[in-house]
């Protein structure tokens, strides 16, 4: 799909594209920062035939807060545009924030995991940077002004066809991101002093069955020399152990929905 310069939308705004962010594979097409009047924006183009449905599921979403959907569309090129955000949770968690704060921005997150499961759809693609965090610094002072769970449209479509769905994978996935945005540390990546002399830390996960490999890093981090403390016994609230454990039960069945996670008590105190 070859990149385009300038885009009208059905709202009428006219937006000028700034840069290509990212080329996806095969019919999926681009990611595009653009500008219109003083406001930016991402244009996303998505496959011909998936332009409707996309288009029907951000109209069923659009009366929740916090769930990105379309901003506006561009029929004739099968473009969306999203609303510009500041930041994402990946990135913003490494600031000195106070955990209120990160509890808030995780509980809106929630309550967008929600809204979907409650239209029978299954995320699937839960991480942190999928989480956008607008927010202001004031005085030395962090405002969360608005969280959003952003790429819904990469989710499966027959999830939203009402399919076989598992939620509870949504929640597994979750359990990661609320561990990384409280302690500031990614669970599952390989630590510095676990490679050998010159040996890339991204190939750790890379090959022809990736997820083998990094399972396979994790087995073998058991050792004398390099124990493993059990997130149970981490110097961590008690509280968020009890969240995590209920998200991470072995058994899907037993796992803590969306819904009965936002009543935890350790969003109580949340910003």
């Not at 999928?130 to 790429?151: F, M, Y």
């Not at 990384?180 to 510095?192: C, E, M, Q």
């Amino acid at each position: 799909m070859a990149a385009i310069t300038r885009a009208v939308g059905q709202s009428g705004r006219r937006y000028l594209v700034e840069r290509v962010l990212q080329e996806k594979p095969g019919p999926l097409g681009q990611v595009y920062l653009a500008s219109a009047g003083n406001q930016q924006y991402i244009l996303k183009s998505v496959p011909k035939n998936d332009f409707k449905y996309f288009q029907d599921m951000f109209s069923d979403l659009r009366r929740s807060p916090y769930i990105r959907v379309a901003d506006d569309a561009i029929p004739d090129q099968s473009i969306f545009a999203y609303k510009y955000f500041k930041d994402h949770l990946l990135s913003f968690a490494q600031k000195d924030t106070p955990l209120p704060l990160i509890k808030g921005i995780l509980r809106d997150s929630l309550r967008g995991i929600t809204a979907l499961h409650e239209k029978g759809i299954v995320y699937t693609d839960i991480k942190a940077n999928n989480i956008l965090v607008n927010w202001d610094e004031t005085d030395g002072n962090t405002t969360i002004q608005r969280v959003q769970i952003a790429d819904i449209e990469d989710s499966d479509p027959e999830a939203h066809a009402s399919g076989h769905v598992h939620k509870p994978s949504d929640i597994f996935s979750f359990r990661i991101v609320c561990i990384y945005a409280v302690t500031k540390r990614v669970i599952f990546a390989v630590a510095d002093e676990e490679l050998e002399e010159g040996e890339d830390k991204l190939a750790i996960h890379l090959g022809d069955s990736p997820w083998t490999q990094i399972f396979t890093v994790i087995a073998e981090g058991f050792n004398k020399e390099h124990p493993r403390e059990p997130f149970a016994l981490k110097d961590i609230e008690s509280e968020f152990k009890d969240l995590v454990g209920k998200m991470t039960n072995i058994d899907p069945e037993g796992r803590i929905t969306a819904h009965e996670a936002l009543l935890h008590r350790w969003f109580a105190d949340a910003v």
